[in-house]
């Protein structure tokens, strides 16, 4: 079946410093989402994307489906943006049906 | 405010038991899914709804079965519990359903079968 890779699978970052998270697709993939697991176990919504990159603050993503892959990146790292993420993409025309990758989990310390 | 609001948040059962997770969506969505995580596993799919029809079933096994009595509504009945049920489930939900759509994400509900 479908799957996501999904890289690193833990990260640690001092505050100010930024990386990025990287997920690889076994087959051609429609879209992706990517979202962070906040303390309550709460997926919070990052960015869809279904080409190109978006920006929202911090946070960089992009996605390019001919060559399946999609990156999360983070700048200036903030000791809220620990937690864990995940990608998650969108094969064919079934877009409910979310393939997850098996989440980044970053620490981000003074 | 959660606009996902899945009930309960922990739940623990014995085995051959039966429960039922709540969930009720406040987005104005017309599909609503479910999908569950079991440990050191990626988060997968379960049961998709659009209108309040089943779309879509990956689950093998019929001792899970959804049950939508208002469109903002899929609880999730699970019966003859096993241990290897154990899991985190999730609800979701989208506008219509029919792909290209973002999908928002409950808080999940934490199920332990002893």
């Known amino acids: 079946g479908d799957q996501v890779e999904q890289s690193p699978s833990a990260l640690s970052l001092h505050e100010g410093t930024g990386s990025a998270l990287r997920c690889n697709f076994t087959?051609?993939?429609?879209?992706v989402q990517w979202f962070r697991k906040n303390s309550r176990g709460s997926l919070i919504n990052l960015f869809y994307?279904?080409?190109g990159t978006k920006e929202n603050g911090r946070l960089k993503s992009a996605f390019d489906s001919k060559e399946r892959y999609s990156t999360l990146h983070i700048r200036d790292a903030q000791l809220e943006d620990s937690g864990t993420y995940f990608c998650?993409?969108?094969?064919?025309?079934?877009?409910?049906?979310?393939?997850f990758g098996t989440g980044t989990s970053l620490l981000v310390d003074p | 405010d959660p606009k996902i609001i899945q009930k309960p948040k922990y739940l623990v059962a014995v085995t051959g038991s039966e429960k039922i997770l709540i969930c009720e969506q406040y987005?104005?969505?017309?599909?609503m899914y479910w999908y569950r995580q079991s440990a050191k596993k990626p988060l997968e799919f379960m049961f998709s709804?659009?209108?309040?029809?089943?779309?879509d079933n990956q689950t093998a096994s019929s001792r899970f079965q959804p049950q939508s009595s208002k469109k903002n509504h899929l609880d999730l009945q699970i019966t003859a519990l096993k241990p290897d049920d154990s899991a985190t489930y999730f609800c979701?939900?989208?506008?219509?359903?029919?792909?290209?759509?973002?999908?928002?994400f409950g808080s999940g509900t934490r199920l332990t079968v002893l």
């Open positions: 979701a939900s989208s506008q219509e359903g029919a792909g290209a759509e973002t999908l928002y």
């Open positions: 087959t051609t993939m429609r879209a």
């Open positions: 994307l279904a080409s």
């Open positions: 998650a993409a969108e094969a064919g025309n079934m877009g409910y049906k979310l393939t």
């Open positions: 987005l104005g969505h017309n599909a």
């Open positions: 709804y659009s209108y309040q029809k089943l779309m």
